[in-house]
């Protein structure tokens, strides 16, 4: 108790002696250009991919200026205690593990004369999200994590080998926030043995900061100063916070504030430490909830996970563009690869690149033919594909002026359809279509069926 109670006075002194980033204030001049160089991809993702498959996503990723793969991880523990892992291992605590397949080396092995450098992620736990440092799991799966670099940087060689991804995301919340000196320990024995075993490879780390579940601006500055004060980074090594709009943790008009913290609070680090921007280009799902928006994330309109439209997105760039060395997403491989989704999100981002990095504001027409049919099951609403330059995103349907459902078309071409359960053919509805621009055509108003 008495070890929290000093740290905290010790948070509370540097907040008072530091400049505290609140407010909004001018943006900066830029430091990188508002465009992504690097993504990351999951293990359990990519462990089916074979040569082919990797060839195809390292091609649409050269053509898409990926020069940074970071691979989120390559070891799993499961609340019950069981790991999985993506590499050929000889740490003891991996005896008994899964075997996902030797991602790494099928990464390493495609990336190899692309340019591509790969950061071989480390090591994830289930029970991280609920209990972070509260349990010894953090510490001895730190330890475990220290055994692991040494495992690979003896066991792996490859050029294309070029950095370690600490995958713990630590954060602001009350689970990590008010023990972070602890956090920084077990972070402090992976680095200590990377610079033990390969000192010319950076560590990334890519924490976050949550506007729910956290205890205000000032606790959430004074834990980042003290993050960056007890961590025993090395010159080079690299802090991507994620800014964590797509997973919904913060509103888009706490960006500013939320990047001037950590530039503030990065300059307390020992080292020369490099901070990139981790923007996030999707959209999480939230369904609803009694604290939904209060103590926790509020709900979303889309029920899955999709990629996010790119006017939201450029946004998140730009502004990271004021603060951070360079820009990198989570994740290029999950939503904007054309082996995934439609290819009309990176035509779209092309289209912005080479225009100056201005966003195409052509909305999409979407035609009158509407309808509305009463049906077994409620009331079935029909209409037509809408047109645009680039492809939409989705459809998005109101009630009586209301919001009542998206249709999404990021992945697939799902049915341009909808049945509403709880209506009535006398209810009216109106539709929109939205392009991967984020532009929105004008709206049409739902006609009954003849």
């Not at 990351?40 to 050269?62: H, I, L, Y």
């Not at 019950?80 to 075997?99: K, L, R």
């Amino acid at each position: 108790m008495f070890a929290l109670l000093k740290n905290f006075f010790v948070s509370l002194l540097a907040l008072i002696t530091a400049a505290a980033p609140f407010g909004k204030p001018e943006l900066p001049e830029r430091k990188c250009a508002p465009e992504f160089t690097g993504t990351f991809v999951q293990s359990w993702m990519s462990s089916g991919w074979d040569d082919e498959r990797w060839a195809e996503e390292v091609e649409a990723m050269q053509a898409d200026g990926v020069e940074y793969l970071v691979l989120q991880d390559l070891a799993n523990m499961d609340a019950d205690g069981n790991w999985t892992i993506y590499y050929n291992s000889t740490v003891s605590a991996f005896e008994n593990a899964a075997f996902g397949g030797d991602v790494l080396n099928a990464a390493l092995k495609a990336c190899e004369g692309s340019g591509i450098k790969v950061f071989a992620g480390l090591t994830m736990f289930d029970s991280f999200w609920l209990l972070g440092n509260f349990t010894g799991d953090y510490e001895k799966v730190c330890r475990i994590t220290a055994d692991m670099v040494g495992d690979i940087a003896s066991g792996y060689s490859s050029p294309a080998l070029y950095g370690w991804y600490f995958t713990l995301e630590i954060n602001n919340q009350i689970n990590c926030g008010s023990i972070m000196p602890k956090m920084t320990e077990g972070l402090n024995l992976v680095l200590a043995k990377a610079s033990e075993v390969a000192p010319g490879m950076p560590l990334m780390i890519s924490p976050y900061t949550a506007g729910y579940l956290s205890l205000g601006d000032a606790s959430t500055y004074a834990q980042w100063l003290t993050f960056f004060e007890l961590t025993k980074f090395r010159d080079g090594d690299i802090v991507a916070p994620q800014d964590a709009l797509g997973a919904d943790w913060i509103e888009e008009d706490d960006l500013v504030k939320i990047w001037e913290t950590y530039s503030n609070a990065a300059k307390r680090a020992k080292a020369d430490i490099k901070l990139w921007a981790n923007c996030e280009n999707f959209d999480i799902a939230i369904g609803p909830g009694a604290l939904a928006g209060t103590a926790l994330r509020p709900q979303t309109e889309n029920i899955e996970s999709v990629t996010a439209c790119l006017d939201r997105f450029v946004r998140q760039m730009d502004i990271a563009s004021r603060y951070c060395e360079n820009i990198i997403t989570f994740s290029y491989s999950h939503y904007f690869s054309p082996n995934l989704v439609k290819p009309f999100y990176m035509e779209t981002y092309h289209n912005y690149v080479e225009n100056g990095y201005v966003l195409e504001k052509e909305k999409p027409v979407l035609p009158d033919a509407f309808t509305k049919t009463a049906g077994e099951n409620g009331v079935e609403l029909n209409w037509q594909a809408a047109e645009d330059n680039f492809g939409v995103a989705y459809y998005r349907i109101c009630k009586n002026g209301e919001f009542l459902h998206r249709v999404e078309m990021y992945k697939w071409d799902y049915p341009m359809s909808f049945t509403d359960e709880n209506g009535m053919v006398s209810d009216e509805y109106t539709l929109v279509a939205v392009d991967a621009a984020g532009n929105m055509s004008d709206t049409v108003i739902c006609v009954e069926s003849i």
